[in-house]
């Protein structure tokens, strides 16, 4: 039997409820770790993939984004040849050729872009005339004050801070791509648009990742 033949609910997984991410969003507003939490609980992005977005992946007129690229360790290489701090933070081609796509901004998630474009700018003005750690203009979203990408540990953390504090279930961080899939299938959406999003080669794996045959 095919998986379009197939009818599919939501797996009872880690996840969290609608009123949950809401919380989450909420209490992450103002801390280092928002965007990051919009981009994977909104928009189902994948930790590594949200550290390498860059601003020139925005298109601010049409409010659409395009993940091109994530952050990690470049395969078969060697730590040594490397700067410090800069090994697991190397562009690299996405995970699949199916996870280059462009998505909708949701509009929280289009204002805390535009809000953090003007704090990189600032940033990046105040430490001009900075010799000793002088910003990097890489244009990255997710950075330091000083332009420097994120690793992929550094939400980890705040994460489960804010999630204790405010008694949201101990989930992972990847745990919020799965809430967004599974949001997304208990409000109707295709198999395949889910798939889309997502990022995943085939929708046999969204179905199987995802979803519990009924």
Not at 84 to 97: A, D, G, R
Request: aromatic content about 8%; charged content about 30%.
């Amino acid at each position: 039997l095919s998986v379009k033949n197939r009818e599919y609910k939501p797996k009872k997984e880690k996840t969290l409820t609608e009123e949950q991410l809401k919380l989450l969003i909420q209490k992450c507003k103002g801390t280092s770790i928002y965007l990051q939490v919009l981009f994977s609980g909104l928009m189902g992005l994948r930790v590594s993939e949200v550290n390498g977005l860059k601003f020139s992946d925005v298109d601010f007129i049409n409010k659409k984004l395009k993940v091109q690229r994530q952050l990690g360790i470049v395969a078969n290489s060697n730590k040594k040849d490397y700067k410090v701090n800069t090994y697991s933070k190397q562009e690299i081609p996405v995970k699949t050729l199916s996870s280059n796509r462009e998505l909708d901004i949701p509009d929280i998630v289009f204002d805390a872009i535009l809000e953090q474009r003007k704090i990189y700018e600032k940033n990046k003005h105040r430490r001009l005339n900075d010799k000793t750690n002088p910003f990097q203009d890489l244009g990255y979203i997710c950075c330091s004050s000083y332009g420097r990408p994120r690793s992929k540990s550094y939400n980890f953390p705040h994460f489960k801070k804010i999630l204790k504090e405010n008694n949201i279930p101990n989930i992972r961080w990847h745990d919020l791509r799965a809430t967004y899939a599974t949001l997304l299938m208990k409000n109707k959406f295709s198999l395949k648009a889910i798939s889309k999003r997502m990022g995943h080669a085939k929708l046999i794996i969204t179905a199987d990742v995802y979803g519990d045959k009924k």
